[in-house]
């Protein structure tokens, strides 16, 4: 097993925790930091010092910053090391609350930290949670190669597509969970999110007239999740399982032994310049971005559609990006 330094940015909030308790219970890591404002609902530090008894090897630390720091002025201890920095950090939608609002906020956020991540751990990868991913990503991605950095270190984490798709086939077919594993490509929001279920041998199963119902049921469970809550919140612990999902993935390629999972990254396997799909990491990040593979005459309609909504989200990204040097 391999020693690695994690950091989970945004560590006390509804994800972070127990993202942070998952990564803490990971093999591959022998530090974590949880990063979060003094502000957050538990202190950082509190969050660390209940992680630190787990009969794990990793050292568990926490960090609470006031709102108005900036990352790059006080967080080098925390992130100095860090091969993986996990960003569930950001504000949710509030009713109401138009778009491009919430991405100037959370941008703002990422943004904050990432640049910190530029400067104090160059070589990590940055995994974001944080959302709309379809537009911070390429915001964040622009903003890491400015700085000369490699972009195949930037990740856009989408794996609670995959977790939900899979659990959706199994409940559907009834094949064990554990053999499913069902590709989820295009972005992390609405009609972008696209399961290729003819891609699994159980999701190959099942009828046409049944999918279009199964791919609607992938895209609206977060906000079956949100209704659920009551307004007390999003999808915390499934997007903690998935996220540390992505987490494990990113630490096994850098230890030499490679991982394929979906996630949104900078891509060419499409003519948009961001895009979910199968990827494989390895010692640098992301390794490889795989080909989309054989679609379905139901998912090659569902793409040619998704594909000028998820344009216009990496243009507000990207616009983002050009807008806040
Ligand atoms: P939360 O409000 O419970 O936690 C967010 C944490 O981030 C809080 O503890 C807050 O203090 C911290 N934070 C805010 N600004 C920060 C900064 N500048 N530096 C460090 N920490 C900061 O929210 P929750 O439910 O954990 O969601 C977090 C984010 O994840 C939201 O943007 C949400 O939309 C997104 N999300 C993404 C999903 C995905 O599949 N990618 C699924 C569900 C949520």
Request: some cysteine; proline content about 6%; aromatic content about 4%.
């Amino acid at each position: 097993m391999a020693n690695y330094k994690v950091c989970v940015v945004g560590g006390a909030g509804g994800i972070g925790q127990p993202l942070s308790l998952l990564m803490a219970m990971d093999p591959n890591v022998s530090e974590l930091c949880v990063y979060d404002l003094t502000l957050a609902m538990v202190p950082a530090e509190g969050v660390a010092a209940d992680l630190s008894h787990l009969n794990h090897k990793a050292v568990v630390k926490g960090y609470a910053f006031d709102k108005d720091d900036r990352a790059i002025d006080k967080a080098e201890e925390c992130l100095t090391g860090c091969s993986l920095v996990l960003i569930p950090a950001g504000v949710p939608r509030k009713p109401g609350q138009d778009r491009k609002d919430l991405l100037n906020i959370n941008a703002g956020i990422a943004k904050n930290i990432v640049e910190a991540c530029a400067k104090f751990c160059p070589d990590a990868v940055v995994a974001l949670i944080v959302n709309p991913v379809n537009s911070v990503v390429p915001a964040m991605c622009e903003l890491w190669k400015k700085k000369g950095l490699n972009p195949k270190k930037i990740v856009g984490i989408t794996t609670l597509d995959c977790v939900r798709a899979e659990k959706f086939v199994h409940e559907v077919t009834g094949q064990p969970v554990g053999g499913i594993s069902i590709p989820v490509i295009g972005g992390h929001a609405g009609t972008t999110i696209l399961p290729l279920f003819s891609q699994d041998a159980a999701g190959a199963t099942i009828p046409a007239d049944k999918v279009p119902d199964l791919d609607k049921k992938v895209q609206d469970a977060g906000t079956v999740v949100v209704a659920a809550k009551n307004g007390k919140g999003s999808a915390t612990l499934s997007m903690a399982f998935a996220g540390a999902r992505l987490g494990r993935a990113v630490l096994s390629g850098l230890a030499g032994t490679p991982v394929t999972e979906c996630a949104y990254v900078e891509s060419t396997i499409t003519d948009l310049p961001y895009f979910a799909s199968k990827v494989t990491f390895g010692k640098d990040g992301v390794e490889t971005v795989h080909d989309l593979g054989p679609l379905s005459d139901y998912e090659k309609g569902r793409l040619e559609a998704l594909k000028p909504v998820l344009k216009e989200e990496i243009a507000a990204g990207l616009e983002y990006a050009a807008a806040n040097e």
